[in-house]
Structures are given as structure tokens and as C-alpha cells.
């Protein structure tokens, strides 16, 4: 009697095992998902930009350039690839602040933004012009 309880207790252990394996699967996925969410494009615009250039893209009139409807932004990937290593007028060099994986995101993200559409370009082109 004492025995067979034992073993009912057991299998019930060994059956609540691939229940705890999924939930703890879904909270990893859930916790990467959040991690990927903050590394967007958008976010990092958020967080390196928008300070001057403002989160509408539209920047501060004679102060901070409009990033929504630039020449420059809907030009050529490369060039707003420059402006962020080089830097230009009172714009920072963002060169050793941000990765070139971070810079593409950024860069795939204002040439998409607001209206603006462009090709996409891939850390590896940015990291060649670094
Ligand atoms: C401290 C304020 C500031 C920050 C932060 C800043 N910029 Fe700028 N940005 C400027 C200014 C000022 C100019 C105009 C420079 C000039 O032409 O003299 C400019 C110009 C630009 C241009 C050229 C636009 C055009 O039409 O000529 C691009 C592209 C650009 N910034 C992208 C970015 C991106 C992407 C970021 C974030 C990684 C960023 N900027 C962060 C101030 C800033």
C-alpha cells in the first residue's frame, strides 16, 4: 500500500516535469522577446536621436534638421551612415558609441520612418566604411 502511493507520487512527479520545462520555455521566450524589443531601430532612435531630431522625425525648426522628408535620409544609406561616424556641425560623431549592427537598425529605421522609405542597409556595409 505504502509502496504503490510512493510510486502514484512518482509518476505524478515525472508528469509534472514537461510542464515545467514548457513554462519555463515561455518565459524565456517572453524575457528574449522584451530583449529584442528594446534593440529595435525605433528604440534606439528613441534613445540616441530623438533628443534633437525629436521622436516625430521632424527635428526642431532651424536648430535640429527634419530627419522626416531629408534628402540626405531618403538619398542614400550610406551617406546618413557617415553623418553618424563623422558627425556634422553641432551633430556628435556617434563612431564609438554605437555598434555598426545598432547604426544599420537606426539607419533601416529613420529611412522607414515618417513616411520616408528607402532600401535597407547591413551592419557589414557600415562596419567596411568604419
Ligand atoms: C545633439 C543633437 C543631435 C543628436 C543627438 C543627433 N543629431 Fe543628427 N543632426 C544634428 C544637427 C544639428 C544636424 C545638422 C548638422 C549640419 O548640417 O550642420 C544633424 C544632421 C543629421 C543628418 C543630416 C540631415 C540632413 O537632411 O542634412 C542626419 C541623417 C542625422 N543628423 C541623423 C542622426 C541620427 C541617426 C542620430 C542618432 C544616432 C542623430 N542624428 C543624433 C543634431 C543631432
Known amino acids: 500500500m505504502l509502496y504503490s502511493r510512493a510510486m502514484k507520487k512518482?509518476?505524478?512527479?515525472?508528469?509534472?516535469?514537461?510542464t515545467r520545462i514548457s513554462v519555463l520555455f515561455s518565459v524565456f521566450i517572453f524575457c528574449s522577446s522584451v530583449v529584442?524589443?528594446?534593440?529595435?531601430?525605433?528604440?534606439?532612435f528613441l534613445n540616441n536621436c530623438a533628443?534633437?531630431?525629436?521622436?516625430?522625425?521632424?527635428?526642431?525648426?532651424?536648430i535640429y534638421p527634419a530627419l522626416?522628408?531629408?534628402e540626405v535620409?531618403?538619398?542614400?544609406s550610406v551617406d546618413v551612415a557617415l553623418v553618424?561616424?563623422?558627425?556634422?556641425?553641432?551633430?556628435?560623431?556617434?563612431?564609438g558609441a554605437i555598434s555598426h549592427e545598432d547604426m544599420a537598425s537606426i539607419i533601416n529605421y529613420v529611412r522607414n520612418a515618417w513616411g520616408?522609405?528607402?532600401?535597407?542597409i547591413s551592419a557589414?556595409?557600415?562596419e567596411n566604411l568604419r
Not at 529584442?36 to 534606439?44: F, K, M, P, R, Y
Not at 535620409?73 to 542614400?76: K, P
Open 73 to 76: 535620409v531618403r538619398g542614400s
Open 116 to 120: 520616408n522609405s528607402g532600401e535597407e
Open 51 to 62: 533628443e534633437c531630431h525629436q521622436r516625430d522625425g521632424k527635428g526642431i525648426p532651424n
Open 36 to 44: 529584442v524589443a528594446e534593440d529595435t531601430g525605433e528604440q534606439l
Open 10 to 18: 512518482e509518476h505524478a512527479l515525472h508528469r509534472d516535469k514537461p
Open 124 to 126: 557589414q556595409r557600415i
Open 84 to 95: 553618424m561616424l563623422i558627425g556634422r556641425g553641432e551633430m556628435p560623431s556617434f563612431a
Open 68 to 70: 522626416a522628408g531629408s
